[in-house]
C-alpha cells in the first residue's frame, strides 16, 4: 500500500469574524485563516487535495498574521519542481471558490467531487454564496471532473469520505502516510473545532461545529467521528500548518 507525505501550501487567505470558523464562539474577534492547496507526495500519481485562490493577498500583514508564506499556484507547486499540467489527480473537499479557483490550470488532471457540490455549484442557494461555476467551466468541458456519490478509494492509500458538515457534499480525505493514518477535513475548521478549550468542553461540549453548517446537529456528531478515525487530524484552515512542514513523516 502507498504511502504519502503532506505539504501544506498557502494559496490565499481570508480575513473575517472568527465565529465564521467556531459556531456559537468568538463572534466580534478579528481572525485570519489560510487556505492550502495540499500536495501529497508518494505513488506514482502527482496528486493534490484543492487549488485554493486564483490571485492571493500576499502581505507581510497577513504572512505574520498566519506564521507562514502565502504564494501563488505557480510558486506553490514549483517548490516540489512541479507545474500545474504535471498534476495527475486533485481531490475536493468542497467547491466553494477559495478551494477550486486554480482547476483550470491543471489542464491533465482528473478531478473528484461528491456530487452535491457538482449540483449546488451549478445551482447554489442564496444562503450560499461560495459557489461560482466559473472557475470549474473547463474541467467540466473538458470531461476532467468525475463525480462520486460514496466513499471511494482514489488510489490504494487515499480515500474520500463523504462528510456533509460544512457543505452537503463536503468529503474528508483519508491519507495513509508513513505516521500513520491522516485526515484533511472535507469542512471549514481550525483546530479549535476539533480541540476546544476548556471554557467549551465545560459546557460538556467536545467539539465546536462550523461557523457555517448545514445541519448543525449533524455536523457536530461529523466532527466528533472524524476527529476520531485517525491518528493525524488536519483541519481545513487551521493556521499552524502554514509554516509549510511537511505532516505525516514518520
Not at 449533524?218 to 487530524?233: E, G, N
Request: aromatic share 8%.
Amino acid at each position: 500500500m502507498s504511502t504519502f507525505v503532506i505539504h501544506p501550501i498557502v494559496l490565499g487567505t481570508k480575513e473575517f469574524d472568527k465565529g465564521m470558523m467556531t459556531y456559537q464562539f468568538d463572534y466580534g474577534q478579528p481572525y485570519t485563516i489560510p487556505i492550502y492547496g495540499w500536495y501529497l507526495e508518494g505513488g506514482d500519481k502527482r496528486i493534490l487535495v484543492d487549488t485554493g485562490e486564483m490571485r492571493p493577498v500576499i502581505s507581510e500583514h497577513r504572512e505574520a498574521a498566519i506564521g507562514g508564506p502565502i504564494r501563488s499556484f505557480a510558486d506553490g507547486l514549483a517548490r516540489f519542481g512541479l507545474a500545474p499540467s504535471d498534476i495527475d489527480v486533485v481531490v475536493h473537499t468542497h467547491l466553494h471558490n477559495d478551494h477550486c479557483e486554480n482547476d483550470g490550470l491543471c489542464e491533465n488532471a482528473v478531478f473528484y467531487v461528491h456530487e452535491k457540490e457538482l449540483a449546488h455549484a451549478r445551482e447554489p442557494h442564496p444562503l450560499d454564496y461560495r459557489y461560482n461555476d466559473e472557475y470549474i467551466e473547463d474541467v467540466l468541458e473538458g470531461g476532467q471532473m468525475l463525480s462520486l456519490s460514496s466513499d471511494t478509494e482514489i488510489v490504494p492509500g487515499l480515500r474520500m469520505v463523504h462528510t456533509p458538515a460544512h457543505t452537503e457534499g463536503g468529503m474528508s480525505v483519508f491519507v495513509d502516510t508513513p505516521a500513520g493514518s491522516a485526515v484533511i477535513t472535507g469542512f471549514c475548521v481550525i483546530r479549535e473545532n476539533l480541540f476546544p478549550p476548556k471554557s467549551v468542553t465545560a459546557r460538556e461540549m467536545t467539539v465546536i461545529p462550523p461557523g457555517t453548517c448545514v445541519n448543525t446537529y449533524a455536523a457536530y456528531d461529523i466532527l466528533r467521528r472524524i476527529r476520531d478515525a485517525a491518528d493525524i487530524v488536519i483541519p481545513l484552515h487551521e493556521p499552524s500548518f502554514a509554516s509549510g512542514e511537511p505532516i505525516g513523516v514518520a
